[in-house]
Nanobody
Framework: QVRLVESGGGLAQPGGSLRLSCAAS????????GGWYRQSPGKQRELVAS???????NYGDSAKGRFTISRDNAENTVSLQMNNLKPEDTAVYYC?????????????WGQGTQVTVSS
């Protein structure tokens, strides 16, 4: 059984930083890609950042230059370092693991963690 649990969300001031972490309760194979998505009321869920099993990263335009995604396969975690936060970053952030290769189509989502950026 695999369950993803996000942590690190909360309240930050504009220009501040937060670090989100997503821990898998079970051991995931290294062939799973990790990612962070976010969604605010009335808006579609959007990609923030993703990272492949090989460490290749991809960022949404709003995250480039400010956010950094990383993974620790030994610890079964994927993290998102968010710097220079802006009010428009306010959203519920979800982590996701996506199967690759023989596990393609096997996806897992976290429950979401609230990030609020306000002065």
């Amino acid at each position: 059984q695999v369950r993803l649990v996000e942590s690190g969300g909360g309240l930050a001031q504009p220009g501040g930083s937060l670090r989100l972490s997503c821990a898998a309760s079970g051991r995931l194979l290294s062939i799973y890609a990790g990612g962070w998505y976010r969604q605010s009321p009335g808006k579609q869920r959007e990609l923030v950042a993703s990272i492949t099993s090989g460490g290749t990263t991809n960022y949404g335009d709003s995250a480039k230059g400010r956010f950094t995604i990383s993974r620790d396969n030994a610890e079964n975690t994927v993290s998102l370092q968010m710097n220079n936060l802006k009010p428009e970053d306010t959203a519920v952030y979800y982590c996701k693991y996506s199967g690759m290769g023989p596990k393609r189509g096997d996806d897992y989502w976290g429950q979401g963690t609230q990030v609020t950026v306000s002065s």
